[in-house]
């Protein structure tokens, strides 16, 4: 049964880990190298990471400024930057690609507040099923009722310490986003 609990806390522990990452992409009118994590440039005819192209830095709160290691590519890391649909245009000098991030409105902060209620939402559901594969397999370990129970118990838990969790981060990422 402990091993079972395990693995449910990894599972759990994973989740949360999924959903942070979810939440880092959620941009609060900040740079943030990690709003292009997911930025796939071709590059010599396969997909590559930016951050394998290019240095990426940050030279003022609200701007992203990318220097590629290898200059021809700076159409590619263009074209992948739009293509990405991160709501930001790249401008080139045909050195380095700025970003300028927007400020953001009260109506957009509201939004992106709606899509990081929505992932932790998300996570909980996530949490939710693996607290019911959790008690299936104890079920399935036929044991006297007391210790099923204690099993039960236990699981439950572990789920509210990491339903616990996901309203923390929530409300931490929450008020960076409310934050002008």
Do not use: H, W
Request: charged share 30%; aromatic share 4%.
């Amino acid at each position: 049964m402990d091993e079972i609990l395990m693995d449910a806390e990894i599972q759990m522990q994973s989740a949360i880990e999924n959903m942070e990452k979810r939440f880092v992409n959620i941009r609060a009118g900040r740079a943030n190298p990690a709003m292009l994590d997911g930025v796939m440039v071709s590059y010599y005819g396969s997909d590559t990471p930016l951050k394998q192209l290019a240095t990426i830095s940050i030279p003022e709160a609200r701007q992203l400024s990318i220097k590629p290691f290898d200059r021809s590519s700076i159409g590619a890391i263009e074209k992948a930057i739009l293509a990405a649909n991160i709501g930001i245009t790249p401008n080139n000098n045909g050195d380095v690609i700025i970003l300028n991030i927007p400020a953001l409105t009260e109506d957009t902060r509201r939004e992106y507040v709606k899509q990081a209620k929505g992932y932790a939402e998300d996570c909980k559901i996530v949490l939710r099923n693996i607290r019911q594969d959790t008690n299936k397999d104890i079920n399935k370990l036929e044991l006297p009722e007391d210790n099923l129970k204690q099993g039960e118990e236990e699981v439950q838990k572990l789920i509210n310490k990491y339903n616990k969790i996901v309203d923390e981060k929530f409300k931490k990422k929450e008020e960076e986003l409310m934050t002008v």
